[in-house]
Nanobody, 121 residues
Framework: QVHLVESGGGLVQAGGSLRLSCATS?????VGWFRQAPGKEREFVAV????????LYADSVKGRFTISRDNAKNTVYLQMNALKPDDTAVYYC?????????????????WGQGTQVTVSS
């Protein structure tokens, strides 16, 4: 069984930065970040493979968000810069055992409880 715990969310002004962390237990090969804004469906944000050699971003966050991982600490990070009010959402990390179709949230087996990110204008 794999457990995921997100942290680092909060309230920030537009243009500011936050770093989210996803602490994992168990082996987590591929870890993705997803978000769900009020009244909207959950959407893909970023994903990283075990080695860090494969990374994908949603177009809406490219150039502003950076995903990384420290396998020695069993932690995956999401550095969010130049935040916009549209980034306001609950952010979830999720894990799965393979890479194919990594952007598809239906392929993920384990999910964290989420952390709220609110960006004020």
């Amino acid at each position: 069984q794999v457990h995921l715990v997100e942290s680092g969310g909060g309230l920030v002004q537009a243009g500011g930065s936050l770093r989210l962390s996803c602490a994992t237990s168990g082996v987590t090969f591929t870890v993705g970040w997803f978000r769900q804004a009020p009244g909207k469906e959950r959407e893909f944000v970023a994903v990283i493979s075990w080695s860090g050699g494969n990374i994908l971003y949603a177009d809406s966050v490219k150039g502003r968000f950076t995903i990384s991982r420290d396998n020695a600490k069993n932690t995956v990070y999401l550095q969010m810069n130049a935040l916009k009010p549209d980034d306001t959402a609950v952010y979830y990390c999720a894990a799965r055992g393979s890479w194919n179709q990594a952007q598809n949230q239906r392929n993920y087996d384990y999910w964290g409880q989420g952390t709220q990110v609110t960006v004020s204008s």
